[in-house]
């Protein structure tokens, strides 16, 4: 049995205004090639199919027309479980028609109550556990939508009391964790799939901050015992948490920000054989249009570069060294020449080779003044001096 692993799609998100649509369908297509070649036979999207609650209709189609061709008519299973970025409600407005086509979506913990209604076959819904029969291998999946505050309080309103917020919330979260180590079998092959912060994990800065309860994260020790693999989402740099408990993150499938610019994408192939791990397989993604820092020391060498990368397939921010202001007929001449440019920003020099200061061979104010000048490139004011000169006074006498 293969089955394959992805998160953080993101669709609809853009980049310092720019949309980035066109390098999402391309990914994605990539994604369904992978698919085809390596015969898999479901897919676990864990979270964040849209970057919004309220995505534009250009991402609803490209997650629509992705989802028709991974489904496969319904052959190849689907498993989506919704993360903080997705609406719960919105997400799963489609489910009468994408289960058609192999997919199905859980955008609350603990919340199989739509499919339970229509039970399908080779399909077992029980309590948050997922049971695909695939004749010769059976895929048992315990499913954890992002366990948010709110989402939580659908379910376990009772059990949360703002005096004991922190325990509660543990105590609710370690609860649903057992309660899919329960569901898990050592006939099938377990995997759990949720959209969470792990303690320890690396995070990006194209990531929204989440604290479940507002206060914690999940630990190392809190993931299914029984669990043969638990395939995360939420984190945009793939990584793993746990080798001994194969605790992996996806990652995002594109760089969302200018701190990704360094960081691979890819997607996990899990490969079963008589319901044990018998190997993961990483497979990177390619960078369709790549995120660069551009760097110069004049503007003339920045002109000169663009001049030579007009045709390149980047997203540039572009960082000047300058001894005075960029002007804007500068920078709009740079912008006209490439059309992808997201920022340009003049780093103002400061004398190249300064000397070290040695307080005691000046006096106090004059160190002062040449510590103001390499820091603001101006001498200071008379009123900020005095100020400065009556705190070291202060100072003396104490």
Known sequence: MKILHTSDWH???SLEG?????????????????VEKNDVDAIVIAGDIYDTYNPPSAA???FYKTIKK??????????????NHDSPDRITASNILSRDHGAYVVSYPGDMNGYLEKPQEGLTFNGYN????????????GLLPYPGESRLKRFYSNSIEEKEHFDGFKSILADIFNKID??????????????????????????????????????KGMFPEKADYCALGHFHKPQVISRS???????????????????????ILIETEDSKLKSLDIIPLRNVKPIEVWRFKSVD???????????????SYIEIEMDRPLLQDEIKKMKSMKEDILSIVPIISREADRESVEFKEEKIDQVFKNFYMNTYSSEPEDDILRKFLSLVEEGEEI
């Open 60 to 62: 609803e189609r490209l």
């Open 182 to 219: 329960e569901g898990f079998s050592e006939e099938h092959f377990n995997m759990f799939v949720g959209h969470m912060f792990a303690v320890g994990g690396d995070t990006s800065d194209s990531e929204r901050s989440i604290q479940l309860g507002g206060t914690m994260g999940i630990e």
């Open 301 to 315: 060498e920045s002109m000169e570069y663009l001049e030579e990368n007009i045709d390149r397939q980047v997203w």
């Open 11 to 13: 669709l609809g998100k």
């Open 130 to 141: 997922m049971i695909i029969d695939f004749e010769n291998e059976i895929l048992n999946l």
């Open 70 to 83: 991974l489904g496969k008519g319904g052959e190849r299973k689907i498993i989506i479980v919704s993360g």
């Open 18 to 34: 720019f949309s980035r649509i066109e390098e999402q369908e391309e990914i994605l297509e990539d994604i369904i090639e992978i």
């Open 245 to 267: 408990k194969n605790v992996y993150y996806s990652g995002s499938i594109l760089p969302y920000s200018r701190g990704e610019e360094t960081i691979s994408k890819s997607v």
